[in-house]
């Protein structure tokens, strides 16, 4: 607010005391503009009487063409047994919301002994069996662990957020000793409107 004056002033720089100093700013939103005003004092006491007016504005996210899903990292190595954080962002023109499934899968997409993952929209994750003919399911931060032969999914450390047209989905995955070797990600993705981006080769990942 402008015209406040030094003493009443809430908000103060970290560190102070020097010529600069600077804050990190929390809550901003796309596609608005902020004013903020500044005043310093000396170590006698005196300070300023005008402010000094800091403004900016955070761009718009821009709307996508279609519905895509992409994956980070896409490309890597890990050892079995240890956990790689795998974050797959499906972004819709229609916005995060209309997001209604994200699938992956790691080596194959369908059939025995892959590693195929399944987001419902909600807070409800699931994972393929071994014969690939059933799923299995636990609730994203649930202190639980879902997992086929082929990996396990620590739900805990797992979640599912949307900002804007992106919905992004973190998985933290371990993979077995008996998956080894170069595996393709495969990534889908579907919205309420229907529309899906059809099952797509995303990126590889090592297991050691």
């Given at each position: 607010?402008?015209?406040?004056?030094?003493?009443?002033?809430?908000?103060?720089?970290?560190?102070?005391?020097?010529?600069?100093?600077?804050?990190?700013?929390?809550?901003?939103?796309?596609?608005?503009?902020?004013?903020?005003?500044?005043?310093?004092?000396?170590?006698?006491?005196?300070?300023?009487?005008?402010?000094?007016?800091?403004?900016?504005?955070?761009?718009?996210?821009?709307?996508?063409?279609?519905?895509?899903?992409?994956?980070?990292?896409?490309?890597?190595?890990?050892?079995?047994?240890?956990?790689?954080?795998?974050?797959?962002?499906?972004?819709?023109?229609?916005?995060?919301?209309?997001?209604?499934?994200?699938?992956?899968?790691?080596?194959?997409?369908?059939?025995?002994?892959?590693?195929?993952?399944?987001?419902?929209?909600?807070?409800?994750?699931?994972?393929?069996?071994?014969?690939?003919?059933?799923?299995?399911?636990g609730t994203l931060g649930s202190g639980?662990?879902?997992?086929?032969?082929?990996?396990?999914?620590?739900?805990?450390?797992?979640?599912?957020?949307?900002?804007?047209?992106?919905?992004?989905?973190?998985?933290?995955?371990?993979?077995?000793?008996?998956?080894?070797?170069?595996?393709?990600?495969?990534?889908?993705?579907?919205?309420?409107?229907?529309?899906?981006?059809?099952?797509?080769?995303?990126?590889?990942?090592?297991?050691?």
């Open positions: 607010m402008a015209g406040v004056t030094y003493p009443t002033m809430p908000y103060t720089f970290s560190p102070t005391g020097g010529t600069t100093s600077s804050a990190s700013l929390l809550g901003l939103a796309a596609g608005n503009s902020y004013a903020y005003y500044i005043r310093c004092s000396d170590s006698s006491g005196n300070y300023d009487t005008s402010d000094y007016v800091v403004s900016f504005s955070i761009a718009s996210a821009t709307a996508p063409n279609s519905l895509g899903v992409t994956v980070s990292p896409s490309s890597g190595s890990g050892t079995h047994g240890t956990a790689q954080v795998f974050t797959f962002t499906a972004q819709d023109p229609n916005g995060y919301g209309s997001v209604s499934e994200v699938d992956t899968a790691f080596g194959a997409i369908s059939g025995a002994n892959t590693c195929r993952i399944q987001w419902d929209g909600g807070s409800t994750l699931y994972v393929l069996n071994n014969a690939g003919t059933g799923w299995t399911s639980s662990t879902l997992s086929n032969s082929q990996c396990s999914i620590n739900l805990a450390a797992s979640s599912a957020s949307g900002s804007g047209y992106a919905e992004t989905i973190s998985l933290t995955i371990a993979f077995s000793s008996t998956f080894t070797g170069t595996k393709a990600i495969y990534g889908f993705a579907a919205d309420k409107a229907g529309k899906t981006t059809n099952w797509l080769t995303l990126g590889s990942w090592t297991v050691n």
